[in-house]
């Protein structure tokens, strides 16, 4: 029997960032995936910049630029074509250093990450081969894997299994979970189309608001296209299969340029639903992407939910089977991800709401509603700029009760003024950003830590958001969220379980070169001398002591 510490199951995008960032800390784990390559058929199509984000910290994140369209936003249209509302989003760098919005072929995606998880020796991937039973005992997960080609029996044991596995996944049905709807379902046509010739249209996303055939249009590659149109009541995918039945649906956008010019990628029926888990983990095994959550696509948030589970589980899994974050550091990735999910689900299906429902009337209503659809509470930073929202409160976001702050969002990987970003500095660790000078030994001691140290100046993106945060100090996460901000954080220590992180990776090598890509380690550095802490006092001495307490393990007093 195969033994390894963490099998994936399923190697769509969800499950290659997990075992990527496992392995950048080191991680061996077996990624299993009943599909012997890239599934060929493109599905996702867009992401926002805390997702690209992601990517980068893959390695992939100039390789995904080169294959992606910045997207300058969203239109909301009427029947007739006619713009109801326009929304901006940044086709160059934002606030985490990239486009607001990318458009993209999904197997091209795919491609990026299976070769760019070559790069890391404790990663395995196993195409081919079919999960048909997952069982738990006091030692682990077995799972029973079957060769698809030869038809062989292949057991595995691992100490712990992230179901990637999609919405008909065998691992939540392992686990007894079960799925509930939040009252959503409709069908739709998904249209793949490929052309050399420019149709002219605007390249942001465009939306048709209309209560039978609203639509979506984008273009998502040089030469490819992508529709999606509601269906009618006993309309299916096999009314629209050839040209000359499609090509009404898409002439809008297409225009002059002849059927002849136009080849038909795929032509699918979907059934966008909204559903979420009831739980997503039993003792030892997790729900990852489309096995825990399923987002209608009307903000394209559906495949980037899933690689949002991977970042905010991965580097809390790596500590734990390290020996320096204590199990229990596991209970916060339902608690943080389920409600996060749970909002853009809801958002989600408000737009695809407002686009398709009401009749008349509802034509009447988006008149004067969607222009002023930025104004919606929790809506507006998400259609303007893509940003999501805040994790809630846990036992590693410290977020004061009826308070809003900095705390459970990601600080921004701005620049720092010497052609770096933040994330280049902090490297999938822990890091402190302050506004106060350290001092040397204050930096010694972080650095000494393993941790990162971030001290930004008036006039730094940084600074400046510490101050719209009313904080000058923040203790910023391996994943980028803030897990505690403010100006006096003596009581912090106080507010907070004892975990440990002594987190290091180390980058891997570059692909295609000849280089070896170096095992990542994890460091246990020297106990932090808390006493020369307690001398002095301030935001950053609070800190201190808190990252003390934290990469030590100690209890709180």
């Known amino acids: 029997m195969t033994t390894v510490p963490v099998v994936v199951v399923g190697a769509g995008p969800t499950g290659l960032t997990a075992a990527t960032l496992l392995g950048r800390y080191g991680v ?10 890239i599934y060929p058929r493109p599905r996702a199509v867009a992401l926002d910049e805390e997702v690209h984000r992601v990517l980068a910290r893959l390695g992939v994140g100039a390789e995904f630029a080169a ?14 074509g006619r713009v109801l509302a326009e929304f901006r989003r940044a086709t160059v760098n934002g606030r985490h250093g990239h486009p607001e919005s990318s458009l993209f072929d999904q197997p091209e995606l795919e491609a990026l990450l299976r070769a760019n998880l070559e790069r890391h020796p404790t990663v395995t991937l196993r195409g081919g081969a079919e999960v048909t039973a997952l069982t738990q005992d006091a030692g682990g997960v077995r799972l029973d894997v079957t060769d698809r080609a030869t038809g062989e029996r292949l057991p595995v044991h691992a100490r712990h299994v992230l179901g990637c596995d999609g919405a008909n996944s065998l691992t939540r049905s392992a686990i007894g979970a079960t ?33 039978v055939r609203a639509a979506t249009y984008m273009r998502v590659g040089e030469t490819r296209h992508r529709w999606e149109f509601r269906l009618a009541p006993g309309e299916t995918a096999d009314d629209y299969r050839t040209m000359d039945r499609l090509h009404p649906l898409i002439a809008p956008w297409t225009g002059d340029v002849p059927a002849s010019r136009l080849e038909v990628v795929r032509v699918a029926e979907y059934t966008f639903r909204a559903r979420i888990a009831d739980r997503w983990r039993d003792r030892r095994v997790f729900l990852l992407g489309d096995a825990a959550h399923l987002t209608p696509p009307f903000i394209g948030q559906g495949m980037g939910a899933g690689m949002r589970d991977a970042a905010n589980l991965a580097w809390k899994l790596a500590g734990v089977l390290a020996g320096t974050l204590p199990e229990t550091s596991l209970d916060s990735y339902e608690a943080e991800r ?54 809630r ?42 506004a106060t000078a350290p001092s040397p030994w204050q930096r010694a001691e972080i650095e000494r830590r393993g941790a990162a140290l971030v001290h930004v100046r008036p006039g730094d993106a940084l600074h400046r958001w510490l101050r719209r945060g009313r904080a000058d100090a ?17 009581a912090l220590h106080t507010t907070l379980p004892a975990f440990g992180a002594g987190l290091h990776p180390t980058a891997p090598g570059p692909r295609g070169h000849g280089a070896e890509a170096p095992r990542s380690t994890w460091v246990r550095p020297d106990r932090f001398v808390a006493r020369r802490a307690h001398e002095s006092t301030g935001p950053l001495n609070d800190l201190l002591r808190v990252l003390g307490r934290i990469l030590d393990g100690e209890e709180a007093p």
């Open 28 to 37: 061996e784990c077996l990624v299993l995936d009943r599909w012997e390559s």
């Open 67 to 80: 294959i992606s369209r910045p997207c300058p936003g969203l239109r909301l249209l009427d029947r007739t």
């Open 179 to 211: 799925m509930r709807d939040l009252d959503f379902a409709q069908r739709w046509l998904v249209v793949d189309v490929a052309t050399t010739a420019d149709l002219g249209a605007w390249e942001g996303v465009h939306q048709v608001c209309h209560p």
């Open 338 to 391: 389920e409600p996060h999910a749970r909002a853009m689900i809801r958002t989600a299906k408000l737009v695809g709401v407002a686009m398709t429902e009401g009749g008349g009337l509802g034509d009447l209503l988006r008149r004067v509603v969607a222009p002023r659809l930025h104004l919606v509470p929790g809506l507006g930073d998400q259609v303007r700029h893509g940003e999501t929202p805040a994790l």
């Open 393 to 434: 409160r846990s036992a590693l976001v410290a977020r004061p009760p009826l308070r809003r702050g900095l705390a459970g969002g990601l600080c921004p990987n701005a620049p720092l003024g010497d052609g770096r970003r933040l994330d280049d500095v902090a490297a999938g660790r822990f890091a402190v950003v302050t």
């Open 474 to 490: 923040a203790l910023v996460r391996p994943d980028g969220t803030v897990l505690r901000a403010g100006r006096h954080l003596a």
